[in-house]
């Protein structure tokens, strides 16, 4: 019995040198082989992992793909093919790491025969550590309030990286790790710097952001896209398969087994996404000659202060407060008047808390998000629709009537961070079905759902008011059979 201990143990390793090695050569039928089916979609991913030319790959796009295997394999092999490396794996929670895809983790070592002495997990500092001394470390990258622009990564430095779950990443972070990567040995063994992405289908950053310049043939050079579906994997349960066809969730069953991104699992989503992504191309648009400055004024110590410079329905200005006094503000709000040459009559911002003091100082327009209604022209007669506030009344109006139509352009110079932030926030805008009157999901649930405030898009929202100046006409027949 001890000698075929010994004649085991040796064939293990024996295996675990010839795997190490393959995978070095660009020979991946070990990990993608079995009993003569090959899963040709990770195969693929596994090529454009160890390529020389791609940075950012995106993988998935719907369940079943093989998705967190492909990524831990990736990451065990370059950590030991190369001495000293440092890796990490990412994900919204660190939980989720521990509980979901270090299980992955370690199912691959047992199934590419890697000896248990060749690694060692750390739980209390979250890292996976190799005895050639290589490294891979557990993110959690969950948004923060305190850290909106994760600068807890800023001095980190790593060789490459694994986001698992993108749907549930924040794009400040990817935007951040992807700063990270390619400044630890990759120049000392030829290692392009690699992010590498997996996913189900979202309409978060990563339909905006890989996705649609893929379907429209725009990635960059370094970007790919690679999608694959529960049926590319021909070692996948028959069971699951039968699972999604027989789900009675549409938009469940259009994501997870066909892999459809323009699914719509939310009839009370007032904005259509792809309007929200032509905001930014918006340019045909022509102007009346009429400015405005909107301002949503944070509360001391928390949430964003935002300032709009609008032309007509063009933003063409942006200023953003972290952490401000009301003085900061107002100065602001002056000099952008100045340089503008718009009259107070023209300016508005947020009157409850704070911005009370903002709008008693400069004397400009003050808006109370739960203010009454403003009258509009319904065909018959002039009357008052059945919302539960103004604020929700500017919001269906800013959704049915100027984004989905088309009709504002955003103009300013943003960071990329800063147009998620305005993609996400403005898909927010939901109808709670739960009311007689027409009511949106609140503030509150919001912050809880995106871990923040809403501040671009209350910012965005105000701009709306100067159109009530006139009776408008909503679509609210549409509105009301969801009710």
Known sequence: MK???????????????IYVEKFKRGNFDFITVQDGRKHEKQEQALHILTDKKTRELLYGGAAGGAKSWTGAAWLLFMSLIYPGSKWFIAREELKRIRSSTYITFQKVCKAYCIPESEWNYNGNDNYIQFKNG???DMLDVQFKPRDPLYERFGSLEYTGGWIEEGGETNFGAFDVLKTRIGRHLNKKFGLVPK???TCNPKKNWMYSYFYKPFKEKGLKAIQ??????????????????????????????ARLLDGDWEYD????????????LDLFRNDHLTNKPQ?????????????????????DWELIEVHEFEIS??????????????????PKSNCIADADGVGGGVVDNLDIIGFHN????????????????????????????????????NLMFISAELSEEQKERIKEELDTIEQDPNYDVITLVNKATIKENIGRSPDYRDMILMRAYFDFNKPVNNNLKRIASLI
Do not use: H, M
């Open 3 to 17: 000698n075929d201990r010994i004649d085991i143990s040796q064939l293990e390793t024996q295996l675990f040198e």
């Open 134 to 136: 290589s490294r891979i």
């Open 195 to 197: 992010i590498f992405v």
């Open 224 to 253: 790919y896209f690679l999608q694959a579906f529960v049926k590319d994997n021909p070692f996948i349960d028959e069971l699951y398969i039968e699972q999604l066809e027989n789900t009675t969730d549409k938009a469940k069953r």
């Open 265 to 276: 699992d939310n009839p009370y989503k007032l904005c259509v996404y792809d309007r929200i």
């Open 291 to 311: 400015k405005y400055i909107t301002a949503d004024v944070a509360r001391f110590g928390s949430d964003l202060a935002v300032i709009g410079v609008w032309d």
């Open 325 to 342: 006094k009301t003085t900061e503000i107002q100065n602001c709000i002056k000099a952008l008047q100045t340089k503008y040459s718009i």
């Open 370 to 405: 739960n203010g009454r209604p403003f009258d509009e022209d319904l065909g018959d007669e002039k009357d008052t629709p059945k919302y539960k506030n103004a604020q929700t009344q500017l919001l269906v109006y800013l959704a049915e009537k100027i984004i989905n139509n």
